[in-house]
């Protein structure tokens, strides 16, 4: 059985581990509707030899109130019992998006407390930008067990950010440029009021980068999380405009070893949408 070398693998490893028993590679491309690319169509085009489409942009509870709301414990399931997966799998998550969404399906792992998952760094930009080999067939997938999870864990809803605002128990930190962070005009991706959360940070999750796409080393992420005003010994709740970029920032605290942190399900698009909520806009004191 392989193992995974850490929580971030090279393209040189996923390159000599591509036929180990016991990986599986996941494509979790998704993108904005103002890319107007279509990921799944991509996937059948050209990816990883092997890897498996997760089809992240419907893995949500359309039931729920809050938009893109997380997928819900069976719907988790069925679709790891669609990819294959088996509990005792190792699995690699890479995309070739702008809004790194292989950190969305990280998240989603880890909050049903699966482990054993690794991202792809650079993605597979970086994995063809070596002329390393790309398919076009669709994978023989026989279907997995499908696990009885638990409800997500590493979640909060916009109660607990409302009552947060009292205690100030946990810093929430945004991943979302600094422009609709400041409220700047209308959000342009979600289409509700600009702003942020009271007393909320920013740090627009491409900060964690380097030029080449990869994640910076886990000494320069401490620089950047605290340049951003972050006390790293305090809890994080990371926010964004639905949940992807902010998945963004806590693989990035994963990284350099941080364990308490959460996600606000629904994020700006959640909390701006409703005009209840306070507001807070321009230059951050």
């Known amino acids: 059985m392989v193992e995974l070398p850490g929580q971030l693998v090279s393209t040189d490893w996923l390159a ?7 990986l599986v590679v996941v494509d979790a ?5 103002a890319a107007n690319r279509d990921a799944r169509a991509e996937f059948a085009a050209a990816h990883v030899p092997g890897a498996r489409f997760m089809n992240l942009g419907n893995l949500k509870d359309e039931t729920s109130e809050v938009p893109s709301a997380l997928p819900r ?3 988790f399931a069925a679709r790891m019992s669609e990819l294959g997966i088996e509990p005792n799998d190792r699995i690699v998550i ?13 998240y989603l792992f880890a909050a049903f407390g699966i482990g054993s998952v690794a991202l792809l760094d650079g993605g597979l930009a970086k994995w063809r930008a070596e002329g390393r080999p790309l398919e076009s067939s669709e994978p023989d997938i026989n279907p997995g067990s499908s696990p009885r999870l638990n409800s997500p864990n590493r979640l909060r809803m916009k109660a607990d950010i409302l009552a947060n605002l009292k205690t100030q128990a946990e810093q929430i930190l945004d991943a979302r440029a600094k422009d609709r962070f400041e409220g700047a005009g209308a959000d342009p991706v979600h289409g509700v009021e600009g702003g942020r959360i009271p007393g909320s940070y920013n740090l627009p999750f491409r900060e964690v980068f380097k030029d080449d796409g990869t994640f910076k080393s886990p000494g320069d992420l401490r620089t950047v999380f605290e340049t951003a005003g972050i006390d790293l010994d305090r809890p994080i709740v990371t926010t964004c405009g639905s949940g992807v970029t902010a998945s963004v920032l806590l693989f990035a605290l994963a ?8 996600l606000y399900d629904g994020s700006w698009s959640d909390w701006g949408g409703d005009p209840s909520t306070p507001k807070e806009t321009g230059t951050k004191a």
Request: hydrophobic letters at 45%; zero cysteines; glycine letters at 6%.
């Open 29 to 33: 491309s998704l993108h904005l509707p």
């Open 16 to 22: 000599d581990a591509l036929d180990f028993d016991g």
């Open 73 to 75: 414990a069976d719907q």
């Open 94 to 106: 890479y995309d070739d998006s702008a809004i790194k969404s292989a950190a969305r399906a990280w």
């Open 255 to 262: 990284l350099i070893g941080k364990s308490d942190w959460a």
